[in-house]
């Protein structure tokens, strides 16, 4: 049965700090990993989808890697800003499943500090 | 851009009582799904919804739980007879193609008295 984790579970940094997050799971069978930005009392906001064949992706000042044989990815933040503050989540799309049938992990609470 | 929308953003309802949740996913959009989220847990799959059937559902999604397209823009789940247990927040999400990323909304908190 796959499972996600996640560390640290928090995080606390001073603005302008480059930092990693990192997601592992359990089986490599996968089609994609998709990290989230989750804001207290909001949904979810969709950062990067990186799928089975990609190593990693870009968005701005976030990069996702992906090493799906060791069954780990990691987050960079470049240059942390006060906004960037939120929880952080992992989720994976298991071979067998459905499209949308994600598997998440609990979580990276970051919080950065001005 | 457009966004998911969820209705209420807060239910409170009396144990064994009947509630439905109300999602509008992006117009365009093809796929439907429902997750949810126990305080302090990590978010978990409830059903996958395409072409008017449910695509998957896992083991949380009992008889109690029902989904349907009434129309061509709603997307509701009823839990037919609530327990403690499922106060939560609800999460409704839709994407456009198999493969992409998945849009949520902003949840509804149930809680169940």
């Known amino acids: 049965k796959q499972e996600v984790t996640q560390i640290p579970a928090a995080l606390s940094v001073p603005e302008g700090e480059n930092l990693v997050l990192n997601c592992s799971f359990t089986?490599?069978?996968?089609?994609?990993l998709q990290w989230f930005r989750q804001d207290p009392g909001k949904g979810l906001t969709s950062l990067l989808l990186i799928q089975s064949s990609q190593r990693e992706q870009t968005s701005g000042r976030l990069n996702a890697s992906l090493d799906k044989s060791s069954g780990r990815s990691t987050l960079y933040i470049a240059a942390s800003q006060p906004g960037d503050s939120a929880t952080y989540l992992c989720a994976v799309w298991n071979y067998g499943g459905s499209q949308g049938n994600l598997i998440f992990g609990k979580g990276t609470k970051l919080s950065v500090k001005p | 851009e457009p966004e998911v929308t969820q209705t209420p953003s807060h239910q409170v309802t009396q144990m064994g009582q009947e509630v439905i949740l109300r999602c509008v996913p992006i117009s365009n959009h093809l796929y439907f799904y429902w997750y949810r989220q126990i305080l302090g847990q990590k978010v978990e799959f409830l059903v996958s919804?395409?072409?008017?059937?449910?695509?998957?559902k896992s083991e949380i999604f009992d008889d109690q739980f029902s989904v349907e397209r009434p129309d061509g823009s709603n997307f509701t789940l009823k839990i037919r007879s609530t327990k403690l247990e499922d106060s939560a927040m609800y999460f409704c999400?839709?994407?456009?193609?198999?493969?992409?990323?998945?849009?949520f909304g902003n949840g509804t908190r149930l809680t169940v008295t």
């Open positions: 999400a839709s994407s456009g193609q198999s493969n992409s990323p998945l849009h």
């Open positions: 089986d490599s069978a996968i089609y994609n």
């Open positions: 919804f395409y072409n008017n059937e449910i695509s998957e």
